[in-house]
């Protein structure tokens, strides 16, 4: 895999006090997202169809650092929305890594060439792109003409200033393995340390529900995109555990640890995951120790269902790599099996039916903004009012 090895000891030697101290629940990876509020509107998402207060809002440079304090987790993701649009996300990420904890930025790239002298090369950053596909699959997916053409500049300059740059992508039910797997070859020779994959997730606020996958289709394909790279030999790399991909093959009977990567957004942390909002709490403690975990997960509850998504499974796949070594390292060397039966798939005939308590929660959020407004800020002086100034206060 792609992980450097400084990451993969870190992430290892996390897991290993935790089993020691006895810890069943903690968490990998922080989901912190600052602001919902993106430049594009992309089918299978439903961040940005929040009331325009809800979109204003910002979590503080003070707020995130807290919520990193709080968690403790080895690693920190910042999704959004689209992260560069918040003014103070250079002071936000420089806050992590010197804490020492690992960073995927990710973002969709529009503005990341003009915001790239906000940050500075580290081991402990990456810049984690946002790619769905070559050229016609991606601005489609995205539904946004030059998207593509756009974030592949974007990548070629990062890689050339000597960041760590990983692309992400998610697949739809209309992805073809022939073209996952052409797209796999282009991306590796962008110079980038990998890819993140993952299958998509209906999330309850996508504007369109029938691009996702379900959990056979994701197996099938999956297969289908590995066969290919085992018949031609294909170097692919790719930025994940080589058990989760096993997993997606249909080789692994995992279920997932939702509380692998708690969520910290503007509404507060989010139970029970980065995938499902069904309640917000003030603080991590509150979070792990009030979330009913055990009531979430494929053939437990009706929303999770189809999921097999990096965020909920990755963290099983890690656990799992930590406790059997010599199993992972035999898929890291022989591949996934793309032939063949796969493991047993959890039976849904106990699970429970979805609630659908969302806009609860965006209903008093927004009576909590209404009866205390944010002052507006007084604007920053600067001394000298830079080209580079400029053009980022035009994209914020």
């Given at each position: ?314 963290p099983t796949a890690v656990n799992d790599t930590v ?74």
């Amino acid at each position: 895999m792609a992980v450097p090895f400084i990451q993969q000891a870190r992430v290892g030697g996390y897991i290993l006090k935790q089993k020691i101290l006895g810890n069943k629940r903690y968490p990998l990876v922080l989901m912190l997202e600052p602001l919902f509020k993106c430049n594009l509107a992309c089918p299978g998402c439903g961040k940005i169809d929040y009331p325009k207060p809800i979109l204003d809002k910002r979590l503080s440079v003070e707020e995130c650092l807290k919520a990193v304090d709080e968690c403790g987790a080895p690693i920190v993701s910042i999704p959004g929305g689209e992260p560069l649009i918040h003014k103070e996300i250079d002071q936000i990420v420089e806050g992590i890594v010197a804490r020492k904890k690992f960073v995927y930025l990710c973002t969709n790239a529009l503005l990341l060439k003009k915001k790239l002298d906000l940050f500075k090369p580290s081991p402990y950053l990456t810049l984690s792109i946002h790619l769905d596909g070559l050229k016609e699959e991606h601005d489609h997916a995205v539904a946004q003409p030059g998207t593509f053409d756009r974030a592949v500049e974007a990548i070629k300059e990062a890689v050339k200033r000597g960041f760590r740059v990983t692309v992400n992508c998610t697949l739809f039910n209309n992805a073809r393995a022939d073209k996952a797997a052409e797209f796999f070859d282009f991306v590796m020779g962008l110079g980038v340390e990998g890819v993140t994959v993952s299958p998509g997730y209906a999330y309850e606020r996508a504007p369109a529900q029938d691009h996702f996958l379900k959990r056979q289709e994701t197996k099938n394909l999956f297969r289908d995109v590995f066969r290919r790279g085992k018949e031609s030999s294909r170097k692919w790399v790719f930025n994940q555990s080589s058990l989760y991909l096993d997993f997606l093959a249909g080789n692994q009977d995992y279920s997932c640890t939702p509380w692998g990567n708690p969520t910290r957004n503007v509404f507060g942390w989010q139970k029970p995951c980065y995938l499902i909002g069904e309640g917000y709490v003030g603080s991590f403690k509150e979070l792990m120790e009030t979330t009913d975990w055990d009531s979430y997960g494929t053939g437990k509850y009706e929303k999770c269902a189809n999921c097999m998504v990096h965020c909920g499974f990755e963290p099983t796949a890690v656990n799992d790599t930590v406790a059997h070594p010599l199993k992972a390292l035999k898929v890291w060397l022989g591949g996934f099996k793309t032939e063949g039966d796969m493991a047993p798939e959890i039976s849904l005939s106990n699970q429970r039916p979805a609630e659908y308590v969302f806009e609860t929660h965006v209903t008093k959020a927004l009576a909590e903004i209404h009866e205390n407004p944010t002052p507006p800020k007084r604007p920053k002086v600067t001394l000298v009012n830079t080209t580079a100034n400029r053009e980022m206060s035009k994209a914020s």
